[in-house]
């Protein structure tokens, strides 16, 4: 790994750091030689990812509980802290595809639920950092959006106008962040997690043949960019927006390929109904 690559030294925070495009960023963060703070809600899979970071020779921490909770927020910077003493790098992963389905049926409790998790949680997280580090020491935030930002699709009104406010944010905050703290966002197409099982588990041969570069993605593919955008090869980087998505975005200058994630959309429903 070139020096430039390198995190050695450095402290990260990374939320719904437990599993899917999270747990795969404290893994990639650790493995550049950062110490790493995760936050998910389910204490137990906290403990197990903290477990298997130590395990694998990295130095971590962790700390349950909800971004949704303003509290949380400030209690995981101390923890940060506490621990070790620096907070160089944040990365707001942890996000809800609820309220599903069509706007004129959403609930405003769950869309006003879905804004303070997809949005107003990042952006408190970024105030707790920058109030107690990066102020003053500068620092690198990753807020994970999604391709689907940038174009409308069916029954994900509430969470594409929540990621697309979150983009807004991203580039808002990088331009009154610098030149301290660096602030960008990667904005997945379709990976293999939980969240968008419902999507690619009974579609992902037809998924794969529609996007150019032929398979849906994996957690790993989010990870490196997440992991080059917070270290110093990035250095003049910031208010990016860096699409890792097979080449979704251009899939209507590829001769025959459909959008098979559209139909999947339409006739399923995510797991948590
Ligand atoms: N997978 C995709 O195809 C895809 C595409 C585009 C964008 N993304 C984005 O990628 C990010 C990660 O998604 P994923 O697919 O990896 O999801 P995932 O596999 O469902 O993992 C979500 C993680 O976030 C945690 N989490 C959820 N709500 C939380 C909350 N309120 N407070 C704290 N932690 C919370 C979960 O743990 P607990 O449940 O224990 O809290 C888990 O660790 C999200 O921002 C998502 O919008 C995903």
């Known amino acids: 790994m070139t020096s430039e690559?390198?995190?050695?030294?450095?402290?990260?925070?990374?939320t719904g750091g437990s599993r899917g495009i999270g747990r795969a960023v404290a893994v990639a963060l650790a493995g550049a030689g950062a110490r790493v703070c995760v936050t998910a809600r389910d204490p137990g899979a906290v403990r197990e990812t903290v477990a298997a970071l130590t395990k694998s020779g990295a130095e971590a921490t962790g700390l349950a509980g909800s971004v949704a909770d303003p509290a949380h927020l400030w209690e995981l910077t101390e923890r940060a802290l506490d621990a070790y003493g620096r907070l160089d790098i944040l990365v707001n992963n942890a996000a809800t595809n609820e309220p599903y389905g069509p706007l004129m049926e959403a609930d405003p409790e769950a869309w006003r639920a879905a804004f303070t998790v997809n949005v107003e949680a990042p952006l408190r997280l970024v105030q707790c950092a920058w109030r107690a580090w990066?102020?003053?020491?500068?620092?690198?935030v990753v807020n994970i959006c999604t391709e689907g930002a940038g174009h409308v699709g069916p029954r994900v009104g509430a969470y594409g106008t929540s990621k697309a406010a979150l983009l807004h944010l991203t580039q808002q905050l990088a331009g009154e962040l610098a030149p301290s703290v660096r602030v960008n966002s990667v904005s997945p197409g379709l990976v293999r997690t939980e969240m968008a099982r419902f999507v690619w588990e009974h579609a992902?041969?037809?998924v794969a043949r529609g996007l150019p570069l032929g398979r849906i993605g994996e957690p790993e593919d989010v990870a490196r960019a997440v992991r080059w955008l917070v270290s110093d090869e990035a250095a003049w980087v910031t208010g990016a927006d860096l699409l890792v998505d097979g080449g979704t975005r251009v899939r209507a200058a590829s001769p025959g390929l459909t959008d098979a994630v559209h139909q999947q959309l339409r006739?399923?429903?995510p797991d948590t109904r």
């Open 267 to 269: 006739h399923r429903l």
């Open 204 to 206: 992902e041969e037809s």
């Open 5 to 14: 690559l390198s995190l050695e030294g450095r402290v990260a925070v990374v």
């Open 134 to 140: 990066m102020s003053e020491h500068g620092g690198a």
